[in-house]
């Protein structure tokens, strides 16, 4: 199982270093690494003799992995304190790669399935707690070697296994994506998650990602769309228990109270028999689907969601204990669901005509929340309750101030020290 800040892979990527993290300076991403810093300037320790030609670099195809070991090599003769290099930790792995590809013939071991799958579960189990980013560039650099095990042509046992882990990484990736805001790259990658589901053959599967893709519409587009994808998803998953079976109902009702809006009693009841119906097949599922919040589903999750549709819908007081009883089950460092979930309270404040109140809350959250977790997720539902909030209280004045930490007028850090 990975853990967060490890080494989260045996096998890093080419390019990347041995501990998993980010590829610095790669050409394919511009010169930047795959979190958007700037790649690392300075000679480099594996660049080629002062006094020689230029060989080129690996990715160009130009250098042999052993010219960048010698190069490596006499540098340290020169200066035994340097320190490695991305381009001489590329080539060792470079080297390990082509070990791996004649020992194995081109395919992929047990064990090494073995071990992707538990990495990758590992990233389901990191979803709430680490920083989005920073788990999407984990999760890529995994995605890019499965993608590489998959161009070959393997046993039909690890192909299928080798898709499964395609699904898991894609969706994982849009979910992400989702997070920090990205909608076209969020449905892009659900949709290389259907094409590898679909390889499978495993209808749950291909449930779980129809119902985990209505969330870019529920959130960033039209509700109707989000509840045809959830309905979708209800009818693949079928009449066994399985994840899919509770979100899809999960989302159908949140999407609904989106489109009935608020006092709408026919609509109240149909997104209680969801939600209970919802309810009951969670009570269902194993415990390592009630475990895991990105590929399973949470009682806390539930409460939630519940939360959500409720207030939507009107229904103020359900709403509030829904909320409570979610924060009463999260552990402080799953921030994102929290701040969501504390949101969610702060609309309840508002719409029980509280709007100092709630402006207040939800300018604390902004606060409290750690800046790496501070995505445009969670700024998109912040802006809707200031809209919520300027629909009745238009010159509210605490609107003005909350509006300008919504939007980073003020400074990050007094925001982040108020």
Not at 241 to 263: D, N, T
Not at 280 to 307: C, I, K, V, W
Not at 359 to 388: F, K, M, Q, W
Request: proline letters at 7%.
């Amino acid at each position: 199982m990975a853990v967060y800040g490890e080494p989260a892979r045996v096998d890093p990527v080419p390019g990347g270093p041995a501990s998993g993290g980010p590829v610095s300076g790669d050409p394919a991403f511009g010169g930047r690494d795959l979190c958007g810093e700037p790649a690392s300037v300075g000679p480099d320790p594996c660049g080629p003799d002062p006094g020689g030609p230029d060989p080129g670099g690996l990715d160009a195809g130009g250098m042999n992995p052993g010219d960048a070991l010698r190069g490596m090599l006499l540098t340290l003769m020169k200066d035994g304190a340097v320190a490695a290099s991305s381009r001489f930790l590329a080539a060792a792995d470079q080297l390990r790669r082509e070990m791996d590809d004649a020992l194995l013939d081109r395919t992929v071991s047990v064990t090494m399935l073995d071990h992707r799958e538990e990495t990758t579960a590992g990233y389901g189990a990191l979803y709430m707690t680490a920083p989005p980013l920073r788990l999407l560039c984990d999760v890529l650099l995994d995605f890019s070697d499965v993608r590489r095990m998959c161009a070959a042509h393997q046993p039909i046992e690890c192909a299928e296994r080798l898709c499964r882990l395609a699904v898991q990484l894609a969706g994982l990736t849009a979910i992400a994506m989702i997070d920090l805001g990205d909608q076209r790259l969020a449905r892009s990658f659900f949709r290389t998650a259907r094409t590898a589901a679909d390889e499978t053959g495993d209808r749950r599967l291909r449930a779980w990602v129809a119902a985990r893709e209505a969330l870019v519409p529920l959130y960033y587009g039209d509700p109707r769309e989000a509840a045809a994808l959830a309905r979708a998803a209800t009818d693949m998953a079928g009449r066994k228990p399985c994840v899919a079976g509770v979100i899809a109902p999960v989302v159908e009702a949140r999407a609904l109270a989106r489109l009935a809006g608020r006092g709408r009693r026919e609509a109240l009841d149909r997104a209680r028999i969801a939600l209970d119906r919802a309810r009951e097949m969670l009570s269902e599922l194993p415990p390592a689907d009630t475990a895991n919040t990105a590929f399973g589903y949470t009682e806390r999750q539930l409460f939630f969601h519940e939360g959500d549709a409720l207030v939507t819908l009107g229904d103020y007081q359900g709403a509030t204990r829904a909320f409570a009883h979610a924060l009463r089950l999260y552990p402080p460092a799953e921030f994102l669901d929290r701040a969501l979930v504390m949101f969610g309270e702060a609309r309840c404040l508002a719409e029980a005509d509280e709007p100092e109140q709630a402006l207040r809350l939800g300018r604390d959250i902004l606060v409290n929340l750690p800046r790496p977790h501070r995505t445009e997720i969670v700024l998109h539902v912040a802006r809707g309750l200031a809209d919520s909030v300027a629909a009745r209280h238009a010159r509210l004045p605490a609107l003005r101030d909350y509006r300008q930490a919504v939007h980073g007028d003020l400074r990050r850090d007094a925001l982040l020290t108020a």
